[in-house]
C-alpha cells in the first residue's frame, strides 16, 4: 500500500504532534487528549481530574467478551456537560442582574436510549432538569421519568387529540406539561380537549421568526418553516384562547433556529426579535414566564472555534451571555418581569459523551510490488514508463508526473485496441506506480506544489476496511456530510506514514468515511499507520453521542453494535455501569419478518435432500447446522 508523501528526513515524532494533527488539542478539549504512551487518554470530569486509557478501557473491555465495533459511554461526561451548561447560564444570570433563572430540558429525539435519558433526568434534578418530547411515544418516556414536579415537559411536535389528552392529564398527575402550539389547527383540539377534561394543559405558542438563519438548518425560521406561527396566527392564537377562558395558560413563547447554530450573530438576531415578541404577548394579557431559545446549541466538531458548517465561532457561556442579556434587555425598558430561560440543547449535552471504537479489518488500494525487471522485445509504452521512472530526479517532478500519466494512458488505450498483452498491461502499471512512489517522496514538504502533484496523493492513498456499518452508527456522516473526528485511538507516539478513507463493511459505495476535519474545513483523506501483522488497529469516531445511536439504519442487516456505559471510580479505576449487546443476526432478521426457526428449517430439509442424493455428508451437514445455528445468535460485525 502506498504512501503519502513524508518528511524527507526522518525526524523525531512525539504523540503532542499527533494531537496537534488530529486537532485533539482543540476539538478533545477538556475530555481528551494523548498521553505519553501515545493512546487516546479519555478525562471523563474535564478538568475537574482522574482519566482512563482509551486502549486499556478497550482491552479490558474485549476481556469481558464485548468485541468491536464497540460504542462507550461515559456518564461522567453526560453529567459534567449538564454541570458546564448550567455553571454557564448561572454565572450570566449573576453577571447582569438577572432576576430570573435557567431550566433546562433534554430533548429525546437527540438520543432516546433508557440508560442516556434516565441519566439525564437524574444528573439533572438538581436543576429541576426537564425533558422534550416531539411524538407520543417521546411524551410517554418522559412522562414515565420525569417525577419533579418543577420540571418542564415541553410537548412539540404534531399534536393529535390523544397527545393533547395526555398531556393535560399528566398536569392532573403533577407533572408540569407545556403543550407548544406549532400549528393554528392545534388551536381548537387543544381548547375541546380542555372543555371535555374541565382542565387546561399549561400552554406555549412557537413563533416563526424572520430572522434569516444560515447553514444546513437555516429553513427552521423564515416563513416556510416546518413549525411555527406567523404573526398573524399568532395573533389569533391568543384572541382563540381569550375567549375559551384559556389565555391564563399560555406561559411560554418558543422558537427554534435550527441545530448547530455557527455564527452567534444569527443566535442575537433572534433573540432580539423573539425577546420582543415576549413583551407584545404579555401585553395582551398572557401571563407568560418561560422563553424556551430552542435547540441550536453547536458544538466545535473541527476544533477551529469558526462559523464554519462543523464549528462554533462562540463558546458555551458567550452563547449564555447572550441569551440572558438580550432578553434581559427587552424586559427592563417595559418594567417587564423576566422569563424563567429554557433551551433545548442536545447536540451540545450529549455529542462528547460517547466515543465509536471500530478495527481496521486490512488495506486495499494501490499495491506496493516489485518493478519489474526488463525484457527484450517490451512494447514502447512499457520502455517509456520504464525510462520515465529511472529519469526522476529533484528538478523534474512535474515533468515527470506529467509523463507517467500518458503513458499510462496510452497503455490502456493499446489494451484496449488489442495491442497490449495482459502482462505488458501489469508491467506498465506496475511502473506507473513505481513512478509516483519516486515522485511523492522526493516532493518538498514546505513549498507550494502545483494542482497535478496535489493530486498525487489522493491517487496513492489506501483504503482502510472498517469493521463497521456508517449507515448504522455515523449516519448522518452519509447522509448530510456531518464532519466527525475520526483518529487512531493508539500509536499516536509514531509518524502516520499513509494517506488513507475508510470504507465499511455494506455492499455500498455510499458505506465509506471519506471527509475528514482540518482546520474549518473538510479534508478527504486522514492520515493513517500502516497496518503490522497481528496487531489490531483500532480507530475512535468521536463527538457522535447525539443523534447518530437513534438513527441508524439495517442496511445490509447490520444492527447495533455493543454498547457499554463507562464510570470512573475512586482510584483512577472505572465501573462498568451498564452493558447492551449488540443485534445477533436472529434479530435483525426478526426485524424484516423473518423467522429464523422457520429459515433453519428450510436449510435443514435441504441438507437431508442434499444426503439422500449423496452430494452432502451427514457429518458435513451437522456441521453446516451447527454453523448456521450458531450464526443466529453472533453479532452482524466481522469477529476475529
Known sequence: MVVAPTQPTMDAWTPADSSSLYGLDQWGEPYFSVNARGHVLVQPRGDRGGSLDLVELVQGLQHRDLSLPLLIRFDDILEDRLERLHSAFERAIAQYGYAGHYQGVFPVKCNQQ????????????????????????????????????????????????????TAILARQLGRQPVVVIEQPDEVPRIIEASRNLGAAPLIGVRAKLATRSSGRWGSSVGEKAKFGLSIPDLLSTVEALREADLLGDLRLLHFHI??????????????????????????????????????????????????????????????????????????????????????????????????????????????????????????????????????????????????????????????????????????????????????????????????????????????????????????????????????????????????????????????????????????????????????????????????????????????????????????????????????????VLEAMEHDPEALLERLRRASEEAIQSGNLAISDARRLMQHLEGSLGQTTYLEG
Open 114 to 165: 433508557r440508560h442516556v435519558v434516565e441519566q439525564l433526568v437524574e444528573s439533572g434534578r438538581r436543576w429541576h432538569f426537564g425533558l422534550e418530547a416531539g411524538s407520543k411515544a417521546e411524551l410517554l418516556i418522559a412522562l414515565s421519568l420525569l417525577e419533579d414536579p418543577k420540571a418542564l415537559l415541553i410537548c412539540n411536535g404534531y399534536k393529535d387529540r390523544r397527545y393533547i389528552e
Open 258 to 587: 435550527g441545530s448547530q447554530i455557527s455564527d452567534i450573530a444569527v443566535l442575537k438576531d433572534a433573540l432580539q426579535e423573539a425577546g420582543q415578541l415576549y413583551v407584545q404577548l404579555a401585553a395582551l394579557g398572557a401571563p407568560m414566564g418561560f422563553l424556551d431559545v430552542g435547540g441550536g446549541l453547536g458544538v466545535d466538531y473541527d476544533g477551529s472555534r469558526s462559523a464554519s458548517a462543523a464549528s462554533t465561532n462562540y463558546s458555551l457561556q458567550n452563547y449564555a451571555n447572550d441569551v440572558v442579556a438580550t432578553i434581559r434587555e427587552c424586559c427592563e425598558p417595559h418594567s417587564l418581569t423576566v422569563p424563567t430561560l429554557v433551551s433545548e440543547s442536545g447536540r451540545a449535552i450529549a455529542s462528547h459523551f460517547s466515543v465509536l471504537v471500530f478495527n481496521v479489518l486490512g488495506t486495499g488500494g494501490v499495491t506496493r510490488s516489485e518493478i519489474p525487471e526488463a525484457e527484450v522485445g517490451e512494447p514502447l509504452i512499457v520502455r517509456n514508463l520504464r525510462e520515465t521512472l529511472d529519469g526522476i530526479n529533484g528538478t523534474n517532478l512535474q515533468e515527470a508526473w506529467n509523463d507517467a500519466i500518458k503513458f499510462k494512458q496510452d497503455a490502456l488505450s493499446a489494451f484496449r485496441l488489442g495491442y497490449l498483452s495482459l502482462e505488458d498491461r501489469a508491467r506498465a502499471e506496475q511502473l506507473y506506480w513505481a513512478c509516483c512512489r519516486a515522485i511523492a517522496s522526493r516532493l518538498p514538504v514546505s513549498e507550494q506544489l502545483p494542482e497535478d502533484l496535489r493530486e498525487l496523493s489522493s491517487a496513492m492513498a489506501g483504503i482502510y476496511y472498517a469493521n463497521l456499518s456508517v449507515f448504522r452508527s455515523a449516519p448522518d456522516t452519509w447522509a448530510i456530510d456531518q464532519l466527525f473526528p475520526v483518529m487512531p485511538i493508539h500509536r499516536l507516539e509514531e509518524r502516520p506514514k499513509q494517506l488513507g478513507s475508510f470504507a465499511d463493511l455494506t455492499c455500498d459505495s455510499d458505506g465509506k468515511l471519506a471527509r475528514f476535519i482540518a482546520s474549518g474545513s473538510a479534508k478527504p483523506l486522514l492520515e493513517l499507520h500502516e497496518l503490522r501483522d497481528g496487531e489490531p488497529y483500532w480507530i475512535g469516531l468521536f463527538l457522535g453521542g447525539a443523534y447518530q445511536e437513534v438513527m441508524g439504519n439495517l442496511h445490509n442487516l447490520f444492527g447495533s453494535t455493543n454498547a457499554v456505559t463507562i464510570r470512573l471510580s475512586p482510584g483512577g479505576n472505572y465501573q462498568v455501569e451498564h452493558v447492551v449487546r449488540g443485534h445477533t443476526n436472529a434479530e
